[in-house]
């Protein structure tokens, strides 16, 4: 299930202002990697170039290779939508479809996509709410509405809804900073549990979080405003906490700017 | 300067500004409400007299200048299927035009030239779309007065405001649903249809509404369209129909009292007919809306 991504040499565009700049990394399958760094960094962009999201903003462009495994994502034949049904994605902000039940919610990434029975369904639903350890506190209620849960339950449904069409990739923009503590936890309990399947990439602006969930980080800055963002460096999590090779990560995860 | 701080009392000056735009406020809003009631009043208090049976399954034919009786149910078939065809060929227009505007266009060319257009339809005067049709189907296709010809007219007058509000209420679906959708590898198409349209559903409908209520009281594009007639015309395609509006309008301008009276219950008519069609709308939304399953 999980694969290995390599990016080479990537840079995003917002219109004519670049965002990021001559990225390359690998990132590793079956494990949790982090990406820190200050505001306006890019990290967001960086993640969103991943799966292909990055596009769907008017005027954005990207240069460079992703691969995962031996494809190249910015291939010319390359689906887009394909790209994004194998690299899903969790978003800042909790966002289930209003419209939509608990179930549907879950069921909206199958649906949308192809025809399954209600029992292949049914089976789907249960065993993503539960990978995502919301099963319990909604399964008495699954044609309630998505949108009447708590800010953290959303959240743990938009996973639910993300792993439901088995991705091989796992993006989470910064998912736990609409949550309290207790939310948090909880999706970061979810998080060591979901890397036994996934590959998954997390941005966060905790760095706390950082050092507890992920297995390696990445590290990025921007020289000065309006510059854009590179890779500083990218290690194993331990490593980047402790002993840094790059003086300005070690500014950034003492706290002494950012 | 000195900037006064500290916790003070409510000034005199304050309090007496406050009661003062707080009195105009509930002064225009009961202006506002004056002709609103006054209208419906009239309406209803002289409108009652002839709202029986008759009047709604009988029509004109065959009834004197100075006859009593009568009714309006060709106008009642008229208006119907008049306005249902012009929604059925303004609302799917319209509806794509504005899902073209707001997920397509990305504020190009051709969307800001669209959205001038419809902003130029918006303005433009009814009779001028009664006046268009007449011209470029009837006389110049060599088209017969009829009941679509003057759906066509509506049409025109309704589309405009489909787009309008339509425009409005995708763009009050937050983007995140759309990005939520594209990230679990949904096709744009499909976001569309599935998540964006729903959402805006509840929206969308009272839109339509508010269109199909412009248009049922329009009289001045029916008048060059569909003609006059005082018999049942069923077939919307076929010959000259009658609508509400213009039995108003036609009644109204009779000199005999059981005329106008006619006139008087063939506008109430006109209020309920619309007033039903918002009431349908009301409960399709509520029985859409996710609110009722919570």
Redesign the interface.
Known sequence: MAKQIEVSDLDAYYGSHKAIEGISMTIEPRSVTAFIGPSGCGKSTFLRTL?R?HE?I?GARVEGKVRLEDQDLYGANVDP??????I??V?Q?P???????IFDNVA??LR??GRFSRSQLDGIVEESLKGANLWNEVKTRL???G??LSGGQQQRL?IA??IA?RPQVLLMDEPCSALDPISTLAIEDLISQLKQEFTIVIVTHNMQQAARVSDRTAFFNLAAQGQPGKLIEMDETSRIFTNPTQKATEDYITGRFG | MTVQTGIRPLSVGRRVKDRAVQGLVYLAFAIAVVPLVSVLWMVISNGLKRFDIEFLTHSMRNIGARDAGGGAYHAIIGTLEQVLLASLIAVPIGLLTAVYLVEYG??GRLSRMISFFVDIMTGVPSIVAGLFVLAFWILVLGMPFSGFAGALALSILMMPVVVRSTEEMLRLV?N????????????KW??IA??VL??A?TGIVTGVMLAVARVAGETAPLLLTVFFTDSINEDPFNGPQMGLPLYVFGQSGLPQDVAIDRAWTGALTLILIVMLLNLVARLISWW?S??K??
Do not use: H
């Open positions: 799966n999201m769907v008017p939508v394909s790209v994004r049904r194998t899903g994605m978003f902000r966002n289930p479809f209003p419209t939509m039940s909206a990434g949308l996509n044609n309630k509405p949108a009447g938009c809804r993300a069409v | 990305n504020g937050p995140e649903l759309r990005e939520a959708s594209f990230a679990l590898g949904v096709p499909r976001t599935k998540v729903p959402t559903f859409r996710p609110a399953r919570g």
